[in-house]
């Protein structure tokens, strides 16, 4: 029930399905992220380069380590990391760079490898969202989730590849990092009782790996119907005062969220609430302007394009 069987089987199909050497089960993506920041070193004064423009998350694990975000603006199409202001934000406190592929839309992990190993930092992709993206890179479509030093999952179970309650991952090609993922996951030890650091207790729980086994075999096919259904919004909502989202020349879009812009936002959710049709805002405020920053000095309009998108943003519903 811990570790077992059926644990073992999930990464080795998960780690052949991204199209890497080692994949890692642990509790849940936040730990995911978290994991994979130790096993970089990450720890306090450290700072780490990431967007304002997501979940908590990807920005608390960092502050859990005793380290700082250092955000950086998004691109308006979308919304993910924009690569041409990362370079200005490295300072020698930096220790990594974490790209989130957004709403499924892979990040330009093309430009952002190349600014990492020009400043010899490692990259951890927060894939959460992103389960089946991919991305051109070198003439080669890879996975997301094997670009990058390190990526996370979430398994959470709205996601294109959900578990019936928490689950993550750690996707690596570097066996040392993967060892090391495998150690902090079960606090800290390689052998039973012998303890090398303070770990955790965050082990994918053998239940929830057993159903992302019968489930993963389904993923490519349902991330096939979302792509369907947001091809049919797109047609639907074109002439519109909306923006739909859009999927870059090489970009393997999955939307774990279809993600329009609308500047009149207001009405059109009041109007979709009065038809009984699901809406929701990811995400309503700017990490850089949560309540829980404010001791990092970011101002409003420090990053005016994810604060416009936070604005304006609008997501339908895009079950397969």
């Not at 306090?44 to 998350?57: K, L, M, S, Y």
Request: hydrophobic share 45%.
């Amino acid at each position: 029930y811990v570790l077992g069987p059926a644990v073992e089987e999930f990464e080795a199909a998960a780690a052949q399905a991204l199209g890497v050497e080692h994949a890692v089960g642990v509790a849940n993506g936040t730990d995911a992220l978290l994991l994979a920041l130790r096993a970089l070193g990450v720890g306090p004064g450290d700072e780490v380069i990431t967007t304002p423009f997501t979940f908590i998350a990807t920005a608390e694990v960092v502050s859990l380590l005793g380290g700082t975000p250092v955000f950086v603006d998004i691109t308006a199409d979308t919304f993910n990391i924009d690569p041409a202001q990362i370079e200005a934000a490295i300072t020698p406190r930096t220790k990594a760079i974490i790209p989130v592929h957004l709403f499924g839309h892979p990040a330009p992990m093309n430009e952002i490898n190349a600014i990492a190993r020009r400043h010899g930092l490692p990259v951890l992709a927060d894939a959460a969202q992103a389960w089946g993206a991919a991305l051109g890179v070198n003439g080669d479509r890879q996975k997301c989730g094997a670009m990058g030093d390190l990526a996370s999952f979430s398994f959470f179970p709205s996601k294109n590849l959900g578990a019936c309650g928490e689950g993550g991952l750690v996707s690596t090609n570097d066996a040392e990092l993967a060892e090391k993922v495998r150690m902090l996951r079960v606090h800290g030890q390689r052998r039973r009782y012998i303890h090398d650091e303070v770990g955790y207790n965050s082990r994918l729980h053998s239940l929830q790996a057993a159903i992302l086994n019968v489930k993963l075999p389904h993923a490519d096919r349902w991330n096939e119907a979302r792509r369907a259904n947001a091809a049919r919004y797109n047609e639907l909502l074109a002439g519109l005062p909306v923006t739909t989202p859009a999927e870059r020349s090489g970009a393997y879009h999955v939307y774990h969220q279809y993600t329009l812009r609308a500047p009149n936002r207001e009405p059109i959710c009041e109007a979709l609430t009065k038809a009984e049709v699901g809406w929701a805002i990811y995400y309503p405020v700017c990490l850089h302007l949560q309540p829980v920053y404010r001791n990092l000095g970011y101002r409003e309009g420090q990053f005016p394009v994810a604060e416009a998108a936070a604005r304006e943003v609008l997501s339908l519903p895009i079950f397969p």
